[in-house]
Each structure stands twice: as C-alpha cells, then as structure tokens.
C-alpha cells in the first residue's frame, strides 16, 4: 500500500505549502475567552452581592452560579492556552516580547478566579484577556473593538 501511495504521489506531484497556524486562518479568536472571562465576573458577583444562602433555595443558587464560575474560568483558559500553543509563533514574541508572560499570567488568573469568590480577581481575568484581544488582533493588521455583553 505504501508503494501505491508513493506512486501516486510521484505522479501527482502537490506544491508545497506552510501554514502560519496549527489550523487554518481564520479559526483563531479570543472572543470565546472572552465570554467566558465575562460568565466568570458576572457569576462572581452575583455571588458577592447574594452573600451567604441561608435557606435551601438560596444554597442550590449559590451552587449553581459556582459550578458556573468554575467551568467558564476553565474554559477560559483552553481558549487561552489554544490561543497561545497553537496561533502564537515566533515572529509575535519579537513583536510582543512579554507576550509567554501576558499568556502565563492570564491562566493564573483563571485558575485563582475558580479558587476564590473576588470580583477583583475576576476583572483582573478580563482585562488580561482584552490584553490578548489587542494584542492578537495587532497581530492581524487589524483594530477590532473591544466589546462586552455587559
């Protein structure tokens, strides 16, 4: 079979191609960090603002908006990480040499946004995530908004 597809192949010569992505253009964009950044501030304050569940209501509520806040902070962070491993090259860290530490950075805050109940670290999360928007979209040619749900 090896030697079939070798044939073929010899006769059916292809050009060569590059990619700049690990997938083709266009399937990048930070805006699913985004809305999940966003889940995870509004999940925390509703939180914050709810305050303690005193009753058995108040605590399926709670829990709810938890589960919410941790596996929106955990999404967040695949987007990132894909963003990061798959769609950054070298050429961006010439560009944007602090570019590792913005991304590292970032993950941490998702990561602290699951373990604590703070809107400070959750804004945090979403400005570092804007950061990334601006910086990937520079990287683009391009100055797309920075818009937000909420």
Known sequence: MFNVMAAVANRLPADEVSAHCDG??????????RVAAEAVLSMTKKLV??????TLEAQNT??????????QAHLAKEELL???????KPPHLEAYPDLHTTFWNAAKLCSEAKVHCSVEVSTKLLAAVEEIHNIF?????????????S
């Open 82 to 88: 894909v963003l990061w491993t798959d769609y950054f």
């Open 24 to 33: 083709p253009c266009g399937v990048y964009d930070p805006a699913s960090a």
């Open 49 to 54: 603002d709810a305050g303690p569940a005193t």
């Open 62 to 71: 709670q829990s709810r908006y938890i589960a919410i806040k941790e596996q």
């Open 137 to 149: 979209w520079a990287t683009k040619g391009r100055d797309d908004a920075w818009v937000t749900a």
